[in-house]
């Protein structure tokens, strides 16, 4: 017989990295709309990790000439997105 808790030991390793992206979700998938969201972390000039009021967690792309150069962890931020992409925000 197998030690139970050996598999169980192995099944929750496994399974760790899948929920720690179940609340992650692809921006596309965001409506389009004007959003107030918490910046968890600035990838570059391009790109930012936020959390959104209702937890989910998403990278977000600048649009046009948009740059996030200026914007730091932790800043609050109201954006608008389009199409899973930044045209415009305004760091509060």
């Known amino acids: 017989m197998r030690n139970p808790l050996a ?3 192995l099944v929750s390793a496994l399974l760790a990295p899948v929920a720690a992206l179940a609340n992650t979700v692809d ?3 965001i409506p389009d709309g004007t ?3 918490k910046v968890e972390k600035v ?3 391009r790109h930012i990790l936020v959390k959104m009021d209702n937890g989910i967690e ?4 600048a649009k046009g000439s948009v740059d ?9 931020v109201k954006l ?3 199409g899973g992409k930044v045209p415009v925000y305004l760091v509060q």
């Open 68 to 76: 996030f150069s200026k914007v730091k962890s932790n800043d609050t």
């Open 7 to 9: 598999i169980a030991a």
């Open 35 to 37: 959003y107030i969201v």
């Open 58 to 61: 998403t990278t977000l792309s």
């Open 43 to 45: 990838a570059d000039s």
């Open 80 to 82: 608008s997105v389009t």
């Open 27 to 29: 921006a596309t998938l």
